[in-house]
């Protein structure tokens, strides 16, 4: 089955400088590849998603960029606030649907002020 | 915070207990899920439905049950059998859409704790 790996386990940034977040992938036929905020106490959102047809996406402050040949992506998010801090999930899935979906193991994102 | 919910907040059992956990939806979803999220560790898909009377094992399934009676519930049952089942439990839905990707939404979650 799909295995995803996703580092670091934990991040801290000055508040307006740059965070990235890295995923690789083992299933090459994964081509769906979302990514889901988790606020302390809050329920997992979803930010961001890219498939495997894009090369990157970008939605305001966050972008999303995939390497298909190497099976990583990775989180961009530049201009850092604190509403950032968070727990960030990646995952991937091989059909577009959330039966097979696999999640990295989340990285804790702390802004500094 | 609406369309999906989960109860209660918090759980405590003894061990050997049977527990039932809750989850409504009124987002007319086809598709509904249980995760398992422990500290550390992705979420780990525990069963889901993609329609009433029907569902799926997912990874991590042993010691556990679920039923779809209702397009809106989706109740999970973790019994004496699992092993280590202190964890906090997410419930979602999603639609079964062909195009594209499609959006989890998560209820609050249950955090369940063995005595």
């Known amino acids: 089955g799909e295995n995803v790996e996703q580092h670091p386990s934990t991040l801290s940034v000055q508040e307006g400088d740059s965070a990235v977040i890295k995923c690789t992938y083992s299933?090459?036929?994964?081509?769906?590849f979302p990514w889901y905020k988790q606020e302390l106490g809050k329920r997992p959102q979803l930010i961001i998603d890219i498939r495997s047809n894009v090369g990157e996406k970008k939605d305001q402050r966050i972008a999303v960029t995939l390497n298909k040949t190497a099976k990583h992506f990775s989180l961009h998010i530049t201009e850092t606030q604190p509403e950032d801090s968070a727990v960030y999930f990646c995952?991937?899935?091989?059909?577009?649907?959330?039966?097979?979906?696999?999640f990295g193991t989340g990285t804790r994102l702390t802004i500094i002020p | 915070d609406g369309g999906i919910t989960q109860s209660p907040k918090y759980l405590f059992r003894k061990e050997g207990q049977n527990v039932t956990l809750s989850c409504e939806q009124n987002?007319?979803?086809?598709?509904m899920y249980w995760y398992r999220q422990d500290p550390g560790q992705g979420l780990r898909l525990i069963y889901y439905s993609q329609i009433v009377n029907d569902f799926q094992k997912g990874d991590i399934a042993e010691g556990y049950s679920v039923s779809r009676e209702k397009k809106e519930s989706f109740p999970l049952t973790v019994t004496s059998a699992q092993k280590n089942p202190t964890a906090f439990y997410l419930c979602?839905?999603?639609?079964?859409?062909?195009?594209?990707?499609?959006?989890?939404?998560f209820g609050p979650g249950t955090r369940l704790t063995v005595l």
């Open positions: 995952a991937a899935s091989p059909n577009f649907g959330n039966e097979k979906l696999t």
């Open positions: 979602a839905s999603s639609t079964l859409g062909l195009a594209g990707g499609r959006e989890l939404f």
């Open positions: 987002l007319n979803h086809d598709a």
């Open positions: 299933d090459s036929a994964s081509n769906y």
